[in-house]
């Protein structure tokens, strides 16, 4: 029950007070005592009245500050805090390569030597370490990592060979305390992979390993660009595996290559110069690698100084000494050619050592540079996340735990830097959220909604703009159907009905309303919408037949004899429609087979699509109009039927005496006066549309496209809220997301209640006189 209506019981209470209270004579025995008991009656249900409005009106101020508590963390900075420094562990070599395990307790170190030492991360403390097989006679020359969930490493060796392991972290719990156990692996064997000579030696490295196979990339001295494909072999038995080894050459154009990327999909080769010059091969026929561009990246007099995957191997990052980090990744053009294009740029100030550190399963990379700085940047959202002073040196080395919650960073002076990041939602900005995003593997910009997928390092898309623009499409076309039909119904009803007639049809449409709708959501689905689907021609045939031919039959009728016409009692004319509407609805329906043969080609869907490009849903905004449209009817027709009954008969009466005909007093007094409560009936009626969930859900396919045909779905707000809030882990960018479109669902409805509130008192201030 609202204020409103306990206002109105309220007032019925205290009329029906003053009147007992009025016929009670004050010389009367008891009367007295009876008065006061009646007045104490009375204060105490107005009190009641105040307690219950004010109640409410603190309810929706605590759901709308519990919706604020939920999202405020969304838009909250990162904090990242130093734990621990300390001196090398195990050496004091500088380090080729850091890296922790998950849950950053145990840290990696790779030193020049070849030697790995794991460490504890807050007490730099040595765990183990273990001496890489280099021979004596050989120094590392290269180093590459795989795909860092799959930790595994190569380094190329002055000898012409290469060496690959993975470092491991088996955790056991005796006596139920957790222990982290780090150990060497050797997929191919303890013993290195030939692949250049001393003369001809491994420049850079590149590696990446699927399901079955494992691909390595070395630029030699030559400049030739060797790729040796180990394709796996399993026993019958499946224990034991074996490698066959194929070995292919490129003859790559430009300058000397200084940096070698693999994709981790295994078909996709990057080539860079020092000065820029960036080559893209498609490597998937791994025998016959083909260039698809070779393009220049920098400037006159920048250089390039790393160049990283982002999570997923489907972004380039590419720092360079001016202080930019590019992302660029593959994009096929409207004539189907593939190109790399520089998709954002983030910037800091120019630096001579600016390296990068993906984050492992997020779109998010951390850069540091000679300053001792380190920068989280975020590139879905676009933004720069946090911004950290770690030392006043440069910093040579950094790593970042595979949950991005820790940090490991080398500096120039010989000190390892540990600390905290605190993160949780980067992925979240006002561009992200409300804005057209440049994805992954898209050819431009859009506005996307996709929260979840199989792969952990999906790129989430998380824009409001396509459920926010479908609650509104749904409403318009609701409304579309749901005023004319509704306003049209109440003005008649109200004046012009006979009041035996009005007797029956206002309680049948209102008792419509108590209809689930969850009901009218499951006869949409599966009822109407494959029923507007087969007799498409017929339903569009329909729409624009009926009110001509409504029109048409009212104003053949006063053509009628007399006779025949005052046969038919004052107001209920309306019952003759009946059997005319069945019959314009019979005719256009049985037509559409007709129609869809004759003008269409026998398939209106495949015409539109072949002539118009457009494309037909089986649950689309026409479905959702006539469902939704259906269930908002007897909300606006209700209360415009009492604003409009309301009306004081002496206003119509002195209209009528006055000379004016009935449908002048309709349109410039009835009309006018019950303007405020008309328009009350299509706010209410509009906020029912945008709320409403179960017809939505159930009649739209909970497609969230941005199109406004009438022949597409949509997916609202309380929809999407509805579908995937079940299925939200529990204080997650999802979870918090969904809270954020509860909040944007809550202030549109207050909004527009608040617009139909003021308008409705203007309106009443500026009719109030007639």
Known sequence: ????????????????????VSSISSDSPGASWVLRWRMLKDRLVQHAVAIGGISIIMMIVLI???????????FTRAEVSSVQQYALPGSSEPSLWLAMEEQHEVGFRLTTSGKVIFFATVSGESIKEIQLPIPKTASITSMAATDPNRAMMALGLSNGEVLIFRHIYKTSYPDDIRTITPEIEWPL???AIKVGTKKNLIKQLSIQQSEEALVLAAALDSGIIKLIHFEQESSLMGDDASYEKQITDISPPGEQVTAVRLDKDLQELYLLTKNGQLSFYDITDFEAPELVEHISIAGTGTEIQDIRFLAGGISLLISDSQGTVRQ???VRSKDGKLGIQTIREFHQPASQSLMITPEFNRKGFITTNANGEMLIFHTTANRQVAKHKITDTAILRHAISPRANAYLAESEQGQIHFGLIHNEHPEVSWNSLWGKVWYESYAEPEYLWQSSSSSNDFEPKLSLMPITFGTLKAAFYAMMIAIPLSIMGAIFTAQFM????????????????????????????LWLAPFVEGHLPGVVTLLLV????ILLVAYGWQFIPETIRYRIPAGWEAALLLPVIMLIGWFALSMSPVIESQLFGGDIRVWMASEFGVDFDQRNAIIVGLAM??????????????????????LVQGSLALGATPWQTLIRVVILTASPGIFSAIMIGFGRAVGETMIVLMATGNTP??????????RTLSANIAVEMPEAEVDSTHFRVLFLAALVLFVFTFLFNTLGEVVRQRLRRKYSSL
């Open 629 to 650: 449209g259906f269930a908002v009817i007897p909300t606006i027709f209700s209360i415009a039927e009492d604003a409009l009954f309301a009306v004081p008969k002496h």
């Open 328 to 330: 660029m990744f593959p």
């Open 546 to 549: 009926m009110p001509p031919g």
């Open 1 to 20: 029950m609202t204020v409103c209506h306990i206002s109105v019981i309220f007032a019925s209470y205290s009329c029906a007070m003053s009147r007992f």
């Open 189 to 191: 064997g303890k013993e």
């Open 64 to 74: 709308f500050f519990y919706l604020l508590f939920v999202v405020f963390p969304l």
């Open 705 to 714: 496209v941005m199109d406004f045909s009438i022949f597409q779905g949509m």
């Open 498 to 525: 006979s009041p035996q007639m009005r007797r029956v049809v206002k309680p049948s449409i209102e008792i419509m309303e108590a209809l689930p709708t969850v009901i009218l959501g499951f006869l949409a689905g």
